[in-house]
């Protein structure tokens, strides 16, 4: 059974690019969500995906979008971006919607210079 | 507005010994309640969960406790190992969708041998 993957695993962007983050969910998994874990803090819900639609969003911009893919990986994109963008961001799956438990991967660490 | 808050941002025990971890919520929407351990350059790792609908569940030397009038649950570790030095997240969750989380900022737990 293949595991949550998530790449690539460290980025470094210049604020006003683009950013693609991707997340390749477990086998048998239809739902993906998307967090920001900030140093220091706990991770902060963005966004969630199932079945190629966006299922709930966080309180956080446009800027911040996503898609999944009928194979059920799934991309995070982030516009514009910020100093205060630099995080960590994982990925989680999960089947169904959210009602079984959630499988995180080991996170794209993005620095903005 | 932090809904899930845990106020201690560090925790020494030793091995052997018993260690508890605290967390206060907000939200009386929250109706499921999951405990994560984090590694540094992993993702999350569930620990333990429990339903609003009970007061206690135990999983091997993990317990989780839940006091619905205080919006308080903790966790339990006995006997604390080395191994469990980590960052523990609770987390809460409305509808039993675990892919839509809320974080706590964390407990740093160091267990000295």
């Known amino acids: 059974e293949t595991g949550v993957t998530q790449s690539p695993t460290h980025l470094i962007k210049t604020r006003g690019q683009q950013v693609t983050l991707r997340c390749s969910s477990q086998s048998g998994h239809n739902t993906v969500s998307w967090y920001q874990q900030a140093l220091g803090q706990g991770p902060q819900f963005i966004f969630q995906?199932?079945?190629?639609?966006?299922?709930g969003r966080g309180n956080f911009p446009p800027r911040f979008s996503g898609l999944q893919f009928p194979n059920y990986s799934s991309e995070l994109n982030v516009n514009a971006l910020e100093l205060d963008d630099s995080a960590l961001y994982l990925c989680?799956?999960?089947f169904g919607r959210g009602d079984t438990e959630a499988f995180f991967g080991q996170g794209t660490r993005l620095t903005v210079v | 507005d932090q809904q899930v808050k845990q106020n201690s941002p560090s925790l020494s025990v030793q091995e052997g010994r018993i260690s508890i971890l605290n967390c206060d919520y907000t939200n009386s929407m929250f109706d499921y309640f999951l405990w994560y351990k984090k590694y540094p350059a992993e993702g999350p790792t569930f620990l333990i969960s429990?339903?609003?609908?009970?007061d206690k569940n135990e999983d091997g030397r993990f317990t989780v406790f839940l006091n619905k009038s205080a919006k308080h649950l903790s966790l339990h570790i006995v006997p604390s190992q080395p191994g469990d030095s980590a960052v523990y997240f609770c987390?809460?969750?409305?509808?039993?969708?675990?892919?839509?989380?809320?974080f706590g900022q964390g407990t740093t737990l160091q267990v000295k041998p």
């Open positions: 429990i339903s609003s609908i009970k």
């Open positions: 987390a809460a969750t409305i509808s039993g969708n675990t892919g839509k989380l809320i």
């Open positions: 989680a799956s999960s």
């Open positions: 995906y199932y079945r190629e639609e966006e299922n």
